[in-house]
């Protein structure tokens, strides 16, 4: 089966629109709107007199209405003006009289504020003083508590300090009496207690004696150590300069 040939010939419209030859004319042509009637000079006037007329009526007749519309406004307004008027003295009047109420009611309200003012004038004066009082009380108890107070730690460290003075007195006194009893019984020469005052004393030599040997037997060490490292630097510093005199030979 092969394929549908669905190709159409090429019509050329200019070709097309030769062939059918001249359009038929359908309606009036520039010709036909060229040589219309027209109206003269003078139908031309008459139209425009006639429109001027027609505008002059129009404007009296919106005069008139203008004027009755001025009138019926200064009427409401006249009627305006005089109710205001009445309306403005019904208030001055009523003003007034608020005003004497006014007066009248300030009068009673100021002698009975003057008399509250004073009963409250009496009572804040009241409320001071007893206020004060109390202040003062409350500063007297304070301070009494704290004289109290400092007295007693007065007396505590005072306490304190005789029963420290007291143990210390007492301390030396034993010493004293010790060392008292000890020389006693060295004069009068009891054997044990010469014994051991004695052994005592030569530790104590003793061990002086070892302390003194053994410091000088540092410093003798301390010494020869130096003059050991001391030799020693000595000696490379020689073999230094030994080497750079050959080198440089």
């Known amino acids: 089966m092969g394929k549908r040939d669905n190709r159409v010939a090429y019509m050329n419209p200019i070709a097309m629109a030769r062939a059918r030859g001249p359009a038929q004319n359908s309606g009036p042509t520039i010709q036909d709107y060229l040589n219309r009637p027209r109206p003269t000079w003078e139908e031309v006037k008459e139209q425009l007199e006639k429109k001027k007329k027609g505008s002059r009526a129009l404007a009296e007749f919106e005069e008139k209405m203008n004027e009755n519309w001025r009138k019926e406004l200064d009427k409401h307004r006249e009627k305006l003006v005089g109710g205001n008027e009445s309306s403005s003295k019904k208030k001055e009047k009523k003003k007034k009289e608020k005003k004497k109420s006014n007066r009248l009611s300030s009068s009673s309200s100021s002698s009975s504020s003057s008399d509250s003012s004073s009963s409250s004038s009496d009572s804040e004066d009241e409320d001071k003083k007893q206020g004060k009082k109390r202040r003062k009380k409350k500063y007297r108890s304070s301070r009494k508590s704290s004289a109290s107070s400092t007295s007693e730690s007065e007396s505590d460290s005072k306490d304190s300090t005789k029963k420290k003075r007291s ?13 008292h009893r000890k020389r006693k019984k060295a004069d009068r020469g009891d054997g044990p207690l010469s014994s051991e005052s004695l052994s005592e004393s030569d530790q104590t030599e003793e061990v002086q004696a070892k302390k003194k040997k053994n410091n000088e037997e540092k410093e003798k060490t301390d010494k020869t150590k130096k003059r050991k490292k001391h030799k020693k630097h000595g000696k490379k510093k020689k073999k230094k300069i030994a080497g750079s005199n050959s080198d440089s030979e």
Do not use: A, L, Q, S
């Not at 143990?167 to 060392?179: A, L, V």
């Open 167 to 179: 143990k210390e007195d007492y301390e030396k006194e034993k010493e004293g009496k010790n060392h």
